[in-house]
């Protein structure tokens, strides 16, 4: 009785073990999956992994995915921490590198001061992925949203996603471009784009290639949105940034850069809203931006294009989502510099407030004096309708048809 107690307890055990250690299991193409314990690595570089049944069969490493891979080489290629976090530092996947330190905590050849080291950095590993997870899938939700036209619920989620990973720049990317083409609030939307662009600078994402595009198109939106402000300035030093990256420099980026010269020039010759009037050294800075990056890009000078370019970087659901709203193949806002798509602009007539000007009427008023009551004629000041505006306020912008250029 004793030893079938024993025997029971041991098989137990067994199980238990297998259990602990058994994982999902894929392939590179993520079609086929299993869940299996890992048995070893052999020299031919083949996995043998073994199924609950027992049954055991080997696949090359090269044939796992890439988590799959990153668990391997942490059980069988790191022999101490610093090798691990040296892993850690050179990948970008969350999910890569949890994967890494559950084999690095399941291998026998590590001791177990090291694996103590590794199972409290495990812990915040695990948690970035849960963050990096839920991020993704509020962006997601978001874009849905934006395809039903729900903007406010759209920027909700994410706010909320830019708030669940604070060292991402793409809730915050997005989030500038619905409120650009949606409900042209470039205010808003230039604070978004502040946001991901401080954190994109605090990372050095110029020098991280899985951060490059997101934020050369935080830089490019960032300065589009200061254009609209009138903060011409500002807009030059951030697209001075991207040239000094000495990056690859999207095309889009180029015609934008084009574009703000020519409303520059047009600017110096005649003072109108649609255009760009500033100053003359304003204008000498954007006509050697302008040369920087034609020297750069290697691009030969063309008209510039109608509307302003936004980037979405890899946002191609984005694209499809407000692809109603205008041309998003080149992400374009086309809306009139002048009224900003409103199609009114406000009355010309400095003196009107609102569709009233200040004017005045005599009245006659009445004054006892000694000598008896006597009248006499008085100013009394009044607001009267504008002529220009019609007391409207604004009135249609000649600069544009239907708001855009």
Same mark, same amino acid.
């Given at each position: 009785?004793?030893?079938?107690?024993?025997?029971?307890? $041991?098989?137990?055990?067994?199980?238990?073990?297998?259990?602990?250690?058994?994982?999902?299991?894929?392939?590179?193409?993520?079609?086929?999956?299993?869940?299996?314990?890992?048995?070893?690595?052999?020299?031919?570089?083949?996995?043998?992994?073994?199924?609950?049944?027992?049954?055991?069969?080997?696949?090359?490493?090269?044939?796992?995915?890439?988590?799959?891979?990153?668990?391997?080489?942490?059980?069988?290629?790191?022999?101490?921490?610093?090798?691990?976090?040296?892993?850690?530092?050179?990948?970008?996947?969350?999910?890569?590198?949890?994967?890494?330190?559950?084999?690095?905590?399941?291998?026998?050849?590590?001791?177990?001061?090291?694996?103590?080291?590794?199972?409290?950095?495990?812990?915040?590993?695990?948690?970035?992925?849960?963050?990096?997870?839920? =991020?993704?899938? $509020?962006?997601?939700?978001?874009?849905?949203?934006?395809?039903?036209?729900?903007?406010?619920?759209?920027?909700?989620?994410?706010?909320?996603?830019?708030?669940?990973?604070?060292?991402?720049?793409?809730?915050?990317?997005?989030?500038?471009?619905?409120?650009?083409? %949606?409900?042209?609030?470039?205010?808003?939307?230039?604070? =978004?784009?502040?946001?991901?662009?401080?954190?994109?600078?605090?990372?050095?994402?110029?020098?991280?290639?899985?951060?490059?595009?997101?934020?050369?198109?935080?830089?490019?939106?960032?300065?589009?949105?200061?254009?609209?402000?009138?903060?011409?300035? %500002?807009?030059?030093?951030?697209?001075?940034?991207?040239?000094?990256?000495?990056?690859?420099?999207?095309?889009?980026?180029?015609?934008?850069?084009?574009?703000?010269?020519?409303?520059?020039?047009?600017?110096?010759?005649?003072? %109108?809203?649609?255009?760009?009037?500033?100053?003359?050294?304003?204008?000498?800075?954007?006509?050697?931006?302008?040369? $920087?990056?034609?020297?750069?890009?290697?691009?030969?000078?063309?008209?510039?294009?109608?509307?302003?370019?936004?980037?979405?970087?890899? =946002?191609?659901?984005?694209?499809?989502?407000?692809?109603?709203?205008?041309?998003?193949?080149?992400?374009?806002?086309?809306?009139?510099?002048?009224?900003?798509?409103?199609?009114?602009?406000?009355?010309?007539?400095?003196?009107?407030?609102?569709?009233?000007?200040? %004017?005045?009427?005599?009245?006659?008023?009445?004054?006892?004096?000694?000598?008896?009551?006597?009248?006499?004629?008085?100013?009394?000041?009044?607001?009267?309708?504008?002529?220009?505006?019609?007391?409207?306020?604004?009135?249609?912008?000649?600069?544009?048809?239907?708001?855009?250029?």
């Amino acid at each position: 009785m004793r030893w079938a107690t024993v025997l029971f307890a $041991l098989l137990a055990m067994s199980a238990i073990a297998t259990t602990l250690f058994a994982r999902q299991w894929s392939d590179a193409s993520g079609r086929h999956k299993v869940e299996a314990e890992f048995v070893e690595l052999e020299e031919d570089g083949r996995v043998q992994l073994r199924r609950d049944d027992g049954a055991i069969f080997r696949i090359a490493r090269e044939k796992l995915s890439a988590v799959d891979q990153a668990y391997v080489q942490g059980r069988c290629d790191f022999a101490s921490f610093a090798e691990l976090q040296e892993f850690q530092q050179a990948t970008a996947s969350e999910a890569q590198i949890s994967a890494a330190y559950e084999g690095f905590l399941a291998s026998a050849k590590v001791d177990d001061e090291e694996k103590a080291q590794a199972r409290a950095a495990l812990a915040a590993a695990e948690q970035a992925v849960v963050a990096v997870e839920q =991020h993704d899938e $509020l962006i997601a939700e978001a874009v849905k949203l934006a395809r039903r036209r729900a903007w406010d619920e759209a920027i909700a989620r994410l706010r909320r996603a830019s708030r669940t990973l604070p060292t991402s720049l793409d809730a915050d990317l997005v989030a500038g471009i619905i409120l650009v083409k %949606s409900e042209r609030d470039y205010k808003k939307a230039e604070n =978004h784009f502040y946001k991901a662009y401080l954190r994109g600078k605090k990372q050095e994402a110029f020098a991280q290639e899985e951060l490059q595009a997101e934020y050369v198109a935080t830089v490019n939106n960032l300065a589009l949105t200061r254009i609209r402000a009138g903060k011409l300035t %500002s807009a030059q030093t951030l697209w001075t940034e991207i040239v000094e990256a000495e990056i690859d420099i999207p095309q889009e980026v180029m015609i934008n850069v084009e574009r703000v010269c020519w409303l520059v020039q047009q600017g110096q010759e005649e003072k %109108s809203p649609q255009y760009l009037p500033t100053s003359e050294k304003n204008a000498e800075r954007y006509e050697q931006l302008y040369a $920087l990056y034609r020297g750069t890009a290697g691009a030969e000078p063309r008209e510039p294009g109608d509307g302003w370019l936004y980037l979405t970087a890899a =946002h191609a659901d984005l694209k499809r989502a407000l692809e109603p709203y205008g041309n998003w193949q080149a992400c374009e806002d086309r809306a009139c510099m002048a009224c900003v798509g409103e199609e009114r602009v406000e009355c010309p007539n400095r003196k009107c407030k609102k569709g009233t000007v200040r %004017s005045y009427r005599y009245e006659t008023r009445y004054k006892n004096t000694p000598a008896g009551r006597i009248a006499f004629q008085t100013k009394v000041p009044i607001r009267v309708p504008c002529k220009t505006c019609q007391r409207a306020g604004d009135i249609d912008c000649e600069h544009c048809e239907g708001g855009e250029f």
